[in-house]
């Protein structure tokens, strides 16, 4: 049986949760023979490479160390390297229901020209496959998200791969969305390539961390508008003063950055306050990306 299919995951420092994601490709309906998994790891520095090397026995897989560059050109680099004809895109968090990858080789081969986007559940719980069940927030509406998507090789080549000017956090799966959409690609859903996000809590030890992610988005977001001028980018990146006015409005005093702020988070979240807690990291995480944008703005102006 022909190789079809390569499976393509960037990854930085997610040794166990990427363990987890991989147990679940290796436990799919169809052949082995039929699908590779490559691993392209940008530059992590937390043990993964002995973990892929305990686990290169359990099930089609290839993997590849690279200084770090960003998921753009790790994804790029994974691209170049695939032999399967249909490549899907997950994250290094997704872990994937027993028949995932047959679900994107059947879309795939029924139809021409299109990209695949497959189901991606956000959960919490540590036996997704079982438990996790779908909810109105699970729904995405992008054209291609490479949280859970497939496309044929010869559409990203002739799209022209990731733009690795993306080096940091966010966007530049959207962008090359509109480089496929200009060349006629259309997608389709399909809700049985079900891929589950583990997600936790955010801790207030972690809210450093998610900030600092944030800003990388709001840089890249700079990127992806003046790579994609239209109204529509602008409105998705929040590249509009109306998004200006209203996180100068949220963060009057520049409350969200001050050092209580984790205090009544840590608050919140050992109470079950969550609603509020909530709140409070939606504007934080918000302002942080503002603030990227910003940023970015200041060193081309």
């Known amino acids: 049986m022909n190789l079809q299919v390569s499976v393509i995951i960037p990854t930085y420092n997610r040794k166990k949760i990427l363990e987890q994601a991989l147990s679940s490709l290796f436990d799919q309906s169809c052949s082995s023979e039929t699908y590779e998994v490559i691993v392209v790891d940008d530059g992590s520095t937390d043990g993964t490479a002995r973990m892929i090397k305990s686990l290169s026995s359990a099930g089609p897989l290839r993997y590849f160390w690279k200084n770090k560059e ?31 990858v047959e679900e994107h080789i059947a879309s795939q081969g029924n139809h021409s020209g299109i990209i695949v986007r497959g189901l991606v559940i956000n959960t919490d719980n540590p036996d997704p496959r079982v438990q996790a069940r779908v909810k109105l927030s699970d729904i995405s509406a992008a054209f291609f998200a490479t949280g859970n998507v497939s496309v044929k090789k010869k559409f990203l080549v002739q799209a022209g791969l990731f733009d690795t000017d993306f080096n940091e956090y966010g966007w530049e799966d959207l962008e090359l969305g509109e480089r496929l959409k200009k060349i006629g690609l259309r997608v389709m859903t399909n809700k049985r390539a079900v891929g589950y996000h583990l997600r936790k809590r955010v801790t207030p030890a972690q809210l450093p961390r998610v900030c600092a992610r944030e800003k990388e988005r709001g840089r890249m977001a700079v990127i992806f508008y003046r790579k994609q001028p239209t109204f529509k980018v602008k409105l998705m990146t929040h590249f509009h003063p109306l998004f200006f006015l209203m996180d100068n409005l949220l963060n009057l005093g520049g409350w969200s950055e001050k050092k209580g702020i984790r205090k009544l988070f840590s608050y919140l979240e050992r109470n079950n306050h969550h609603f509020l807690s909530d709140i409070i990291l939606g504007i934080i995480s918000h302002h942080a990306y503002m603030q990227g944008i910003r940023e970015a703005l200041e060193r081309v102006s």
């Open 70 to 100: 960003g998921p753009a050109a790790a994804r790029n680099y994974g691209i170049t390297r695939a032999k399967g004809e249909i490549i899907i895109f997950i994250d290094s968090d997704l872990v994937v229901s027993h028949r995932f």
